[in-house]
């Protein structure tokens, strides 16, 4: 059955999306909370928000200072899908098994073979979340759609100015219903409480999950990035794929206390499909898989700290340039893997999602790109992240690029030699360098200056 959408843009509560991308998970990616405010209308340039809701709000409800997050028109690619919906230039299909799901990951160009999948209750939809009934979680380059059976689609969405902005999808017939909210999703979603604030982001997380979901260890959750070790991520996840004798917590169930005295015998790696662990019929694939995980992982980290660096870029402040600068180091270190643990032994997932993963890439006349996998001993043969092509990358106020840009020049041409970038062989910066001098005519530009 083909739809349209509503024509307006309703006030309604978003699931945390834990990425467990997508808050307090066990999770894309706790990825995602709410959206956009009430009384937001769909038109020519997406979700265009009105005037924010009147009465007390919380500090992350408000407005942004220098950028205007509640009010600004919104070009992520769910508010371009929006637009599209409502000019009658595209349709969502229902489908009885899950909905909108199917229709809404071709719309907007997300691969089934990128699923991953969380099991722990990290999000305000909790209750239908259980090592038997996880949340499926779907993602590309821009957007990251979270799918939990008899529940709304949740939606995280990138803005090139704005950042992540959160939607929800009813999954309901026969019109498509799209809602975005901002409070509550921005309680967890806004990054002042642990990393200085005014700054929508997204987690990754991994914690110790119960057989009801619930996640059974506060102080064993944590915050995931490409510095902690494969045996402490997944935790509340599944994962499929092979690594050797390499651990981590995935598909572990903690059904006492006394498991914790025999973590090692509970591990369960190297699976290939999750047929044996819980009924699949109502998820695209049998998988969770690992590469997928780790790209995941990796691009909403950059990401964060890209709508970091275009916040502090925009604030009017005494030590702006400091600021600027700070902000620009700590994302050309993660940009450039710096301390990220190394693989002992290699790792292989499903090939689907390798293929449509480079499918994507922007090549150099060699025939190389920053989207090659490794998989033997690191993520990417060349270790400088891919998402330094995206939009949001390219949007950054120019200062802030220039800062990133010279600094990175420093490093790959050999200029900087400290002991943070020591892992880069003078093949990597050589190579890294040919590949940006072919495929970002910005960076020759500020270089060549």
Known sequence: ??????????????????????????VLVALFGYGAPSGARAGREGVVPTEPAAGPVLRYASEYPTIPYLTAARRDP??????????????LDYRAERGYLDSLLAALDIDPASQTLVFSQTSLQGQLITPSTPRAIYFNDDAYVAYVQRAPL??????????PVF????????????????????SCHDSYSLSGGGAPRLIVGSGYTGKTGMLVSHEGWILVSDRTPLKSRWGGWYVTGRHGDQVHLGNMVIKTIYDFDKLEELRVGNVDALDALFDVAPYLTNKSDIVALLVLQHQADVQNLITRLRYDARTPAANRT?????????????????????????????????????????RDPQGRSLRDLDLTRRLFRYPLSFVIDSPAFDALPDDAKRVFYTRLHEVLSGADTSADFAHLTPEDRNAILEILTATKPDFVGVVAD
């Open 167 to 186: 939607y929800l999808l009813e999954q309901t017939a026969p019109q498509p219903k799209f809602s975005a909210e901002l409070g509550h999703c921005l």
């Open 322 to 362: 400091e600021l600027v600068a700070e902000t620009a180091e700590r994302l050309l270190k993660m940009m450039l893997f710096v301390d990220a643990v190394e693989y002992t032994a290699p790792i292989s997932g499903d090939s689907r999602f390798v293929e449509q993963f480079a499918s994507r890439a922007v």
């Open 1 to 26: 059955m083909t739809s349209r959408p509503s024509s307006s843009v309703s006030r309604a509560p978003l699931a945390v999306f834990g990425v467990a991308v997508l808050g307090a998970l066990a």
């Open 78 to 91: 769910v508010a371009a899908l929006i637009g599209r919906l409502e000019r009658g230039e595209a349709a």
């Open 154 to 163: 949740e939606i995280a969405s990138l803005d090139p100015e704005l950042g």
